[in-house]
């Protein structure tokens, strides 16, 4: 204290001797420092803080909401980058202007939503640094070489998303049109990295794979190349094409039932039947990539699936059952509705096949939601012998979901091809052996699904599992490969008997693309705390325990609660996007279709749906 006291003395003069303010002050703030420092080198070191809350809101919730709403944008921003370039690349391949019109109009949107995306990125960062720094200085001495390659990447794709969007009109012609093509793809391989990167640090968590010697490199790669990070990956690319594509139907959908005029129906009947086939285009697989994911899960740790798939989480796998069978039936709906109104003369063609499909789809639905163990009381119980339904509880396994849904995945891969077909009259001199093969390929596949689901039952779990559920993804598989470049061939040369007319869909499917939307925003949601309770009361799996006051599984109506919150907040953020992206539309002549006239009532059919569709599939 002597010590400080002579130091104190000879601060004070030599403020008094100086003249300058600025000296002064910055000697002051050194003083002021000294008695801490003092104090500090006398006092124990302090605990390093490992958590941090809000009281009354909680530092759990509010993670919550702005990791879903940052993950909800970025697939936005992933999908639809890849639903505009597939869009541009038709419409540069076929000739037909209004596939690149929509792209850039799409692509428009780019802007304003990676800026929000990267605010909502940053606010995350700093929310998590806050929260849990114990948890975020672990991840960051593993994972610090992949956060530079990220940084470099977000470098990489801003640069390339700015010349892409600001490029478009300067390079239409010739080798500058190859060249901004060649821009739209490195703007969606940059797009991928960034979405694989920040996957490994989210797959370390649930699946973690640690090595405690070897360089900075080698370590960050071990954690990285976990045993769930390429399920997640590819899980991810395909929701999030489906994002992106029923985002921009919804957007369409929108658009049309607010339309003034022809030409405004026209066109956004047409984007919305776009946005609803690439939605469509990635449903279909996407419960393929889901039971990979649930596969590896397991096989890394059986009880971390137990949780998922028996135990209390398994809850979730009903609501994803009825949200997923709305989305089909919505996605169908919308097929059947474009077969009956925009293709004059096919409403009693296809009244029988339509309603076939849809008994179909509701029994699969119904079996799907059925639930393994009910909830009943005692009495209840009793009735039954147990808590399984002595009739209905065969449907509540693996074995029964996995069969219906292969089947409603047919049925709407049908619906696909009907409409596909529809209007037209093949000419091909095989056309008849053609689609004898095709409509025995059909039912021969279904059988098997049915009969593999069947014996699924009589097994062994392992080989139902390893053996029997995946030859029924691959017979599914192998329709879809069969038919679809066979129904290509005929329609190359089929004749046009009825005109495709545009802008003639009832309001209802402009409600059906809106609920498609919101559907897929709420399975995101309910996946999303699916997969971070399965690590129960672990911030890393097995590996750093939660100690805070937080470490239990939210209820199931709680965490409801929050998914139906982060869809609302989702779905405005994304219509105040739109909103700000098309101020500029107004008072404009043309709506996305180019100039006045280009998209006519009797838009033939080979213009506007198989041919151009053929090549979309392509």
């Given at each position: 204290?002597?010590?400080?006291?002579?130091?104190?003395?000879?601060?004070?003069?030599?403020?008094?001797?100086?003249?300058?303010?600025?000296?002064?002050?910055?000697?002051?703030?050194?003083?002021?420092?000294?008695?801490?420092?003092?104090?500090?080198?006398?006092?124990?070191?302090?605990?390093?803080?490992?958590?941090r809350d809000i009281p009354g809101i909680g530092s759990r919730n509010i993670v919550w909401v702005i990791a879903q709403l940052h993950l909800l944008l970025a697939g936005f921003v992933l999908g639809v980058p890849i639903f505009a370039w597939l869009c541009e690349v038709v419409g540069w391949k076929s000739g037909e202007k209004r596939y690149d019109k929509l792209a850039k109009e799409?692509?428009?949107?780019?802007?304003?939503?990676?800026?929000?995306?990267?605010?909502?990125?940053?606010?995350?960062?700093?929310?998590?640094?806050?929260?849990?720094?114990?948890?975020?200085?672990?991840?960051?001495?593993?994972?610090?070489?992949?956060?530079?390659?990220?940084?470099?990447?977000?470098?990489?794709?801003?640069?390339?998303?700015?010349?892409?969007?600001?490029?478009?009109?300067?390079?239409?012609?010739?080798?500058?049109?190859?060249?901004?093509?060649?821009?739209?793809?490195?703007?969606?391989?940059?797009?991928?990295?960034?979405?694989?990167?920040?996957?490994?640090?989210?797959?370390?968590?649930?699946?973690?794979?640690?090595?405690?010697?070897?360089?900075?490199?080698?370590?960050?790669?071990?954690?990285?190349?976990?045993?769930?990070?390429?399920?997640?990956?590819?899980?991810?690319?395909?929701?999030?094409?489906?994002?992106?594509?029923?985002?921009?139907?919804?957007?369409?959908?929108?658009?049309?039932?607010?339309?003034?005029?022809?030409?405004?129906?026209?066109?956004?009947?047409?984007?919305?039947?776009?946005?609803?086939?690439?939605?469509?285009?990635?449903?279909?697989?996407?419960?393929?990539?889901?039971?990979?994911?649930?596969?590896?899960?397991?096989?890394?740790?059986?009880?971390?699936?137990?949780?998922?798939?028996?135990?209390?989480?398994?809850?979730?796998?009903?609501?994803?059952?009825?949200?997923?069978?709305?989305?089909?039936?919505?996605?169908?709906?919308?097929?059947?509705?474009?077969?009956?109104?925009?293709?004059?003369?096919?409403?009693?063609?296809?009244?029988?096949?339509?309603?076939?499909?849809?008994?179909?789809?509701?029994?699969?639905?119904?079996?799907?939601?059925?639930?393994?163990?009910?909830?009943?009381?005692?009495?209840?119980?009793?009735?039954?012998?147990?808590?399984?339904?002595?009739?209905?509880?065969?449907?509540?396994?693996?074995?029964?979901?996995?069969?219906?849904?292969?089947?409603?995945?047919?049925?709407?891969?049908?619906?696909?091809?009907?409409?596909?077909?529809?209007?037209?009259?093949?000419?091909?001199?095989?056309?008849?052996?053609?689609?004898?093969?095709?409509?025995?390929?059909?039912?021969?596949?279904?059988?098997?699904?049915?009969?593999?689901?069947?014996?699924?039952?009589?097994?062994?779990?392992?080989?139902?599992?390893?053996?029997?559920?995946?030859?029924?993804?691959?017979?599914?598989?192998?329709?879809?490969?069969?038919?679809?470049?066979?129904?290509?061939?005929?329609?190359?040369?089929?004749?046009?008997?009825?005109?495709?007319?545009?802008?003639?869909?009832?309001?209802?499917?402009?409600?059906?693309?809106?609920?498609?939307?919101?559907?897929?925003?709420?399975?995101?949601?309910?996946?999303?705390?699916?997969?971070?309770?399965?690590?129960?009361?672990?911030?890393?799996?097995?590996?750093?325990?939660?100690?805070?006051?937080?470490?239990?599984?939210?209820?199931?109506?709680?965490?409801?609660?929050?998914?139906?919150?982060?869809?609302?907040?989702?779905?405005?953020?994304?219509?105040?996007?739109?909103?700000?992206?098309?101020?500029?539309?107004?008072?404009?002549?043309?709506?996305?279709?180019?100039?006045?006239?280009?998209?006519?009532?009797?838009?033939?059919?080979?213009?506007?749906?198989?041919?151009?569709?053929?090549?979309?599939?392509?």
């Open positions: 204290m002597r010590h400080q006291g002579g130091l104190i003395q000879r601060v004070i003069q030599t403020i008094r001797g100086s003249r300058g303010i600025l000296a002064g002050l910055m000697v002051a703030a050194g003083l002021f420092a000294l008695p801490s420092f003092g104090l500090a080198a006398d006092a124990a070191p302090a605990v390093a803080t490992e958590y799409f692509t428009k949107l780019l802007t304003s939503s990676y800026a929000t995306t990267a605010l909502f990125g940053g606010i995350l960062l700093f929310l998590l640094i806050a929260f849990y720094p114990k948890l975020m200085n672990y991840l960051t001495d593993i994972f610090f070489p992949s956060f530079i390659f990220y940084c470099i990447l977000f470098l990489l794709e801003t640069a390339t998303l700015y010349l892409y969007w600001y490029g478009w009109d300067a390079m239409q012609d010739g080798g500058k049109k190859t060249f901004h093509i060649f821009l739209g793809f490195l703007l969606n391989l940059f797009a991928f990295f960034i979405m694989i990167v920040p996957n490994s640090w989210a797959t370390f968590q649930a699946s973690p794979v640690v090595i405690a010697e070897g360089t900075d490199l080698q370590r960050a790669w071990a954690a990285t190349w976990n045993p769930t990070w390429w399920p997640v990956n590819i899980h991810r690319l395909i929701a999030n094409v489906v994002l992106g594509g029923y985002i921009c139907g919804a957007y369409a959908g929108i658009r049309y039932l607010a339309a003034r005029n022809a030409e405004e129906r026209d066109h956004y009947d047409w984007m919305g039947y776009v946005g609803n086939f690439i939605g469509v285009f990635g449903l279909l697989p996407l419960p393929f990539a889901g039971y990979w994911l649930m596969r590896e899960i397991y096989q890394y740790n059986q009880q971390m699936g137990i949780t998922l798939m028996g135990g209390f989480l398994s809850w979730l796998f009903i609501l994803q059952a009825m949200l997923i069978g709305v989305l089909f039936l919505g996605s169908n709906y919308y097929f059947w509705l474009g077969i009956t109104h925009r293709i004059p003369g096919s409403e009693g063609q296809y009244k029988k096949p339509i309603m076939a499909m849809l008994v179909i789809l509701l029994l699969c639905l119904g079996v799907w939601m059925t639930p393994h163990s009910l909830v009943a009381s005692l009495e209840e119980a009793r009735k039954m012998g147990g808590t399984h339904h002595p009739l209905l509880g065969v449907f509540g396994v693996m074995s029964a979901k996995m069969t219906v849904a292969n089947l409603m995945i047919l049925v709407t891969f049908m619906s696909f091809i009907m409409y596909w077909r529809a209007g037209k009259q093949e000419t091909a001199t095989w056309a008849k052996v053609a689609r004898a093969v095709m409509g025995a390929v059909l039912v021969i596949a279904a059988l098997a699904v049915i009969v593999l689901g069947v014996w699924g039952y009589f097994v062994p779990a392992i080989i139902r599992i390893n053996y029997f559920s995946t030859s029924q993804v691959l017979i599914v598989l192998f329709v879809m490969l069969t038919i679809t470049p066979l129904t290509a061939l005929l329609l190359k040369s089929a004749r046009t008997t009825t005109e495709m007319v545009w802008g003639r869909m009832p309001p209802r499917a402009g409600y059906a693309l809106v609920l498609n939307a919101v559907m897929v925003i709420l399975l995101m949601t309910l996946m999303g705390y699916a997969r971070s309770s399965s690590r129960v009361h672990w911030h890393i799996y097995g590996v750093m325990r939660d100690s805070s006051q937080y470490a239990f599984s939210p209820a199931l109506g709680y965490a409801a609660a929050f998914m139906a919150l982060n869809t609302f907040l989702f779905c405005m953020l994304v219509a105040f996007i739109f909103w700000v992206a098309t101020m500029g539309d107004k008072g404009k002549a043309g709506y996305g279709g180019g100039a006045k006239g280009e998209l006519p009532h009797g838009m033939p059919a080979m213009a506007g749906g198989s041919q151009s569709l053929s090549k979309l599939k392509g």
